[in-house]
Every structure is written in structure tokens, then in C-alpha cells.
Nanobody, 126 residues
Framework: QVQLVESGGASVQAGGSLRLSCAAS????????VGWFRQTPGKEREGVAS????????YYADSVKGRFTISQDHAKNTVYLQLNSLKPEDTAMYYC???????????????????WGQGTQVTVSS
């Protein structure tokens, strides 16, 4: 069982930056795919970015490429999402999720992830 706790959400103006954190209680297995998803009311939860803890491979949605960066700190069992050049359309609840094994082919699929955090709110004003 993996428990995930997100933090770092806030209200910022367009063009600003935030860093979200996803701290895991423990990783029973050495390799997981850890992803960030976001959701706004009335819309599907969408994959934003994922990282494979085993090798560091990263994956991004087209809408955030060049603006968001996912990274990890093995010693802290923490995955980060750096959000730069924020836009009002980035406003959403951001969730951290994990699945055992590789991200390949699954990183964007909500149904593939076994463990979820409670979410952290990001609000971007124009």
C-alpha cells in the first residue's frame, strides 16, 4: 500500500510559477510510475505528466510541454511538478497517483493508476 500526499497548490497570477510535491509513505517495490493528473468540475481527470522512478523517463501532455517539469528525489520518496508560465486554463485540482511498474503506454490513463492522493488546488488568475 502506498499513501500519497500532495502539497504546494496555491492561487497565483498568470505567468507565475508553483512547485507541487507528492510525498509517498513508502514504495514497497523499487519502481513505480508516478503521475500528476488534474481535474476541473464537469471534466474528465486528465494526465499532465508522469515519471518512472526506476529510470527517470518522463512523459508530458502536449498542453504543458515546455512549461511544466516533473522530477523526483529518491531519498525523500517525493515527486515534484514545477509549473511555470501558468495560464488561467491550468486552474484545476491536481492529483498525484502511482502505479507499479513502467509508465510506458499508461502514463496518461487514470484507470491504470492504483494509488491516489487527495489533491491540491491550483488557481491561476488573469
Amino acid at each position: 500500500q502506498v499513501q500519497l500526499v500532495e502539497s504546494g497548490g496555491a492561487s497565483v497570477q498568470a505567468g507565475g510559477s508553483l512547485r507541487l510535491s507528492c510525498a509517498a509513505s513508502t514504495y514497497t517495490y523499487s519502481t513505480y510510475c508516478v503521475g500528476w493528473f488534474r481535474q476541473t468540475p464537469g471534466k474528465e481527470r486528465e494526465g499532465v505528466a508522469s515519471i518512472f522512478t526506476g529510470g527517470g523517463a518522463t512523459y508530458y501532455a502536449d498542453s504543458v510541454k515546455g512549461r511544466f517539469t516533473i522530477s523526483q528525489d529518491h531519498a525523500k520518496n517525493t515527486v515534484y511538478l514545477q509549473l511555470n508560465s501558468l495560464k488561467p486554463e491550468d486552474t484545476a485540482m491536481y492529483y498525484c497517483a502511482a502505479l507499479r511498474g513502467s509508465c510506458a503506454g499508461l502514463w496518461y490513463s487514470r484507470s491504470a493508476f492504483d494509488y491516489w492522493g487527495q489533491g491540491t488546488q491550483v488557481t491561476v488568475s488573469s
